[in-house]
């Protein structure tokens, strides 16, 4: 069994960046890491994702903003958020699956606004 706790949430104006974290409690390897978020009122959406090969992937919302990045040596996973929207806003959940587990975090409440 694997915990992931997020942090770094917050609230932002727009325009402004955010690094979220994902610590693992845990070896990541061989694990399926993403991002998810779920605003008010909406379905949770993936939002990037990083593969046990580092193959990426972005939503087309937040692509060429956003960036994923995983240390299996630290067992944790990144999330760089730059140029931030309002509709940014959410609550983001680190996920690791693979063909046997699905693990979620408790989330980290990003709020971007002026």
């Known amino acids: 069994q694997v915990q992931l706790v997020e942090s770094g949430g917050g609230l932002v104006q727009p325009g402004g960046s955010l690094r979220l974290s994902c610590a693992a409690s845990?070896?990541?390897?061989?694990?399926?890491m993403g991002w998810y978020r779920q605003a008010p009122g909406k379905q949770r959406e993936l939002v990037a994702s990083?593969?046990?090969?580092?193959?990426?992937y972005y939503a087309a919302s937040v692509k060429g903003r956003f960036t994923i990045s995983r240390d299996n040596a630290k067992n944790m996973v990144y999330l760089q958020m730059n140029s931030l929207k309002p509709e940014d806003t959410a609550v983001y959940y680190c996920?690791?699956?693979?063909?046997?587990?699905?693990?979620w975090g408790q989330g980290t409440q990003v709020t971007v606004s002026s």
């Open positions: 996920n690791g699956r693979n063909g046997w587990y699905d693990y």
């Open positions: 845990g070896s990541i390897f061989g694990l399926n």
């Open positions: 990083v593969g046990s090969g580092l193959t990426t």
